[in-house]
């Protein structure tokens, strides 16, 4: 089936006018967070003087580029405290954010990206034609619950949504959820409703006009929907539970791992120390968090609760469920004539890495 990808000239005019000033809703731009903290002890490259690597230092040199999302997730604590610049002193650390999972892929496909921190479904995206990139997914950042859902302005239930038009990221964890729910539903996507590919910044605005009824997004932008008189349809977790999980996934450029197998070690264990903090140090952590994001520290707990941050400890299993997944939801996306051709399950499956170097 085709989905549409047109959206109305009111949508796109409303939408156009509004990006610059719904930035400060979402957070800071890539520019503002690249190789920068938030505690204010940085120096005048941006990193924290006082930060100390909580494990242990890596000798190796070169670069390390990181791609992420400014989201409420461990890799913000990192940006956040500078630990990445204490744990790797001999390399030039630089951060980038992108706006959607699917432009930190294309970030991925121009190789100007090293590690980077994205949704399951542009992950199975990337590792399928036409881009199929070589990549490798050594670690869940998180499990995606409530921080995600489908909310609507008028509708009390999706069969009302028929006929009308819903916002949604395309190509995102989110857009995949919409589809699973649609299809639960009874409703094809291609005739029983629009779908029109607006990113997390634009929507409010679009929201705020009369083109749009519904959307699926992801925090703060769901908050901002929700605060406005949105009413929830439907969440990921929900979906998850009806057996379509989606991820938050760290992907890894394979000729950088194999390049830089100390570097991506090192990360891989600050991460895990970094996730541990939300359970250990929950206040700080959000704190941080919020700082580095450009949230609200309530908007930034709203969103780690919707989420499932992943232990050191759960790797293995979330991983091994990670490697069923990213084949299943190619299939679905090659249904839904979303990606041209999928590969066999063994190519999704070797792209996985378990702990300790094991495949899955």
Not at 213 to 224: F, G, K, M, R
């Amino acid at each position: 089936m085709n989905t549409t990808l047109s959206r109305t000239a009111s949508v796109i005019a409303v939408s156009a006018l509004a990006v610059s000033a719904l930035s400060a809703c979402v957070g800071p731009q890539a520019d503002q967070l690249a190789n920068s903290g938030g505690n204010g002890n940085s120096d005048a490259e941006g990193n924290d003087v006082n930060a100390v690597c909580p494990v242990e230092t890596s000798d190796a040199d070169g670069a390390l580029r990181i791609a992420h999302l400014g989201s409420a997730e461990p890799e913000s604590y990192i940006l956040d405290q500078g630990l990445a610049e204490a744990c790797f002193p001999n390399v030039d650390v630089s951060w980038t954010r992108y706006p959607t999972g699917p432009d930190i892929v294309q970030g991925f496909a121009a190789r100007s990206a090293d590690i980077g921190l994205l949704g399951s479904t542009p992950t199975a995206r990337a590792l399928s034609e036409p881009l199929n990139l070589d990549v490798i997914v050594p670690e869940v950042n998180s499990v995606i619950g409530a921080a995600e859902a489908l909310v609507a302005k008028d509708a009390q239930s999706i069969e009302d949504l028929k006929g009308g038009r819903i916002g949604v990221p395309f190509g995102s964890t989110s857009h995949y959820s919409l589809l699973k729910t649609l299809q639960a539903e009874g409703i094809d996507p291609a005739t029983d409703v629009e779908l029109v590919n607006l990113s997390p910044d634009t929507l409010p605005a679009a929201w705020n006009s009369p083109d749009l009824d519904a959307a699926y997004v992801w925090n703060p932008t769901l908050q901002i929907l929700t605060d406005s008189g949105g009413t929830t349809l439907e969440t990921s977790e929900e979906v998850g539970e009806e057996g379509s999980p989606t991820f938050n996934l760290t992907i890894v450029d394979r000729g950088y791992s194999e390049q830089n197998p100390e570097i991506l070690e090192t990360w891989l264990d600050l991460k895990n120390w970094a996730a541990s903090q939300y359970v250990e140090n929950t206040d700080e952590f959000v704190e941080s968090v919020a700082a580095a994001s450009g949230l609200s520290i309530e908007d930034t707990r709203l969103q780690l609760e919707g989420l499932n941050i992943i232990q050191g400890d759960q790797q293995r299993e979330e991983l091994e469920s990670v490697a069923t997944g990213l084949f299943s939801t190619a299939e679905f996306l090659y249904n839904e004539d979303e990606i041209p051709a999928v590969a066999d399950e063994a190519h999704y499956r070797d792209a996985v890495v378990l702990p300790e170097g094991g495949q899955s």
